[in-house]
């Protein structure tokens, strides 16, 4: 392939997803910030697509591509240091771009739980009076289970990543956890990629690709579990290539209980076909033997304690209500496909072709080709692609996230795949311009993308009422779901903070629950989502 027919796909590819966004968001109206998928698609990633057109262009620039081999060179001669670089950035960039704030709901549950496990608890604790104060309105039955009579508070997600966070959350660094994931799990795309390809250099090239794509980054700069997902999923991979199956069941087992079990479920099912096709029933029950402990006890453990937290569940009847509550749980994330969803998944394939390094999918479909012979990694495409159908049975859209969250669990199969069309087409033009444009993307995209995210997180905090750090203070926050305030309801699940945020009932209210909490309270500053009293 010649250097120009690189740049004309990069260039039609663009100026397609680019009409593609204008068309799903209803052009020329604009989106409104409540639809915030939408909204982020429109604002960020119109101009993501413009900048991905430069970059395909200007990859076809001679001087770029010497530099960029190098650096491939260099990062496949020393993977460690790239992963500590890596991490140490992401810790930076945690701290500086995403604010070290829990920007979604998923997030701060996330948090929440975390801090009661540091603290030697399995469940937040609230004094009950104040509970439908404490937690916001919208979560509770929904995304926080919650004991009206105990004040005892369980997030709705299983666990597995409260508990990685919990030891960042002793050592006072919860920002450290995913940074210290994702430079993980770049390590292991890097070991993959040279063992399944069977070429060493291959590692070099698909860590690059990797870092050159801010989908992985910007994934990192938070507290979703979609990085969690990525790693484990990888690790997962490893122990069955190794053939430690009942590592790979116990790491398989975590990935599931890590906030829900539908990501791993879906990268996991075409390995353990491959595993049963090759191996046979031994393999498979030595398989099982590995998920069985971890996924059973906390699994069910998890459900038993949301069960005893809650009571008896407001919508199911007395009789078979265990059967009746995973189906409404079962209804409320799953539909047949219909056109909306697979409007909703097309733009998430857009939005991997922007916030990848440009061409990468192409690439991956290359790679996915020509290896077509080698079972391996014919079955690490088809968790990607399993991941991608599975999620057609989804009816909801990503919300927030910085790059694709549902397809992120397997994104590692695009820089290995990627990898393995660069080193198997010994194409000199499509090396030396994936180089070129996977330095232009770490050196324009991954900060523009950065930039996109401190401009939207400062934004947002903006908007939340202002207060003094460290101050015992009450924070109302009025509810306004087109600014989704009632995520900025944050509370340390003991209240040990100073800092206490309140979901406001309207003013008279809020001052009512003054005098009898807080008599000594007064007013240090209203705002427009709310207002803030300073306690004595």
């Not at 070099?204 to 794509?213: N, V």
């Amino acid at each position: 392939m010649k250097t120009r027919e690189l740049v004309l796909l990069g260039v039609l590819a663009g100026l397609l997803c680019a009409a593609f966004i204008l068309r799903y968001t209803g052009f020329p109206q604009e989106p409104e910030r409540r639809y915030i998928f939408d909204f982020l698609f429109r604002n960020q990633d119109l101009p993501g697509a413009a900048l991905v057109i430069f970059i395909a262009i200007a990859a076809a620039w001679p001087p770029l591509a010497r530099p960029a081999l190098a650096l491939v060179e260099a990062i496949g001669r020393r993977p460690r240091a790239t992963a500590l670089a890596t991490f140490l950035v992401l810790c930076a960039g945690q701290l500086l771009v995403a604010k070290d704030h829990a920007l979604a709901g998923d997030e701060h549950l996330v948090l929440l739980q975390a801090k009661a496990f540091a603290a030697g608890r399995l469940t937040a604790q609230f004094p009950p009076e104040l509970l439908s104060w404490v937690v916001p309105r919208p979560y509770i039955d929904l995304w926080l289970f919650a004991s009206r009579e105990t004040g005892e508070v369980v997030s709705v997600y299983w666990p597995g990543l409260a508990l990685l966070l919990a030891p960042f959350v002793l050592l006072g660094v919860p920002w450290a956890c995913n940074a210290l994931l994702a430079s993980g799990a770049l390590l292991l795309i890097g070991r993959l990629a040279g063992r399944m390809s069977a070429a060493p250099h291959a590692g070099g090239w698909a860590m690059l690709l990797t870092l050159a794509s801010p989908a992985f980054s910007g994934m990192a700069l938070g507290y979703f579990s979609m990085t969690a997902h990525l790693l484990f999923n990888l690790l997962y991979v490893w122990a069955l290539l190794e053939r430690r199956l009942l590592l790979a069941g116990a790491v398989g087992s975590f990935a599931l209980v890590l906030n829900n079990p539908w990501p791993h479920l879906l990268f996991a099912l075409p390995w353990i076909a491959w595993l049963a096709w090759r191996d046979g029933r031994r393999a498979l029950f030595q398989l099982a033997a590995g998920y069985a402990p971890i996924s059973l006890a906390v699994g069910l453990g998890w459900w038993l304690l949301m069960r005893r937290v809650q009571g008896q569940l407001w919508f199911a009847p007395q009789s078979g209500e265990f059967l009746f509550y995973w189906q409404l749980q079962l209804s409320r994330v799953f539909t047949e496909p219909g056109l909306a969803t697979l409007a909703t998944r097309a733009a998430e394939l857009v939005k991997l072709w922007l916030w990848t390094l440009p061409g990468l999918p192409a690439l991956m479909v290359a790679g996915w080709w020509l290896a077509r012979r080698d079972i391996e990694l014919r079955v690490l495409g088809l968790s990607f692609a399993a991941t991608l159908a599975g999620y057609l049975f989804v009816w909801f859209d990503q919300g927030y996230g910085w790059g694709v969250r549902y397809l992120h669990p397997a994104l590692g199969a695009l820089p290995i795949l990627g990898a393995v069309a660069i080193v198997r087409l010994e194409s000199e033009a499509l090396r030396r311009y994936a180089a070129a444009a996977a330095l232009l993307s770490l050196a324009l995209a991954t900060p523009f993308r950065w930039l996109q995210i401190e401009a939207f997180m400062s934004e947002q905090l903006a908007l939340r009422p202002a207060f003094e750090k460290g101050v015992r203070q009450i924070v109302f926050v009025r509810l306004n779901y087109d600014y989704y305030t009632q995520d900025f309801v944050q509370n340390d699940p003991f209240l040990r903070s100073p800092v206490v945020f309140m979901l406001s009932r309207g003013r008279a209210e809020d001052e009512k629950l003054l005098r009898q909490r807080f008599p000594g309270a007064r007013l240090a500053h209203e705002a427009r989502f709310g207002h803030v009293w300073r306690l004595e």
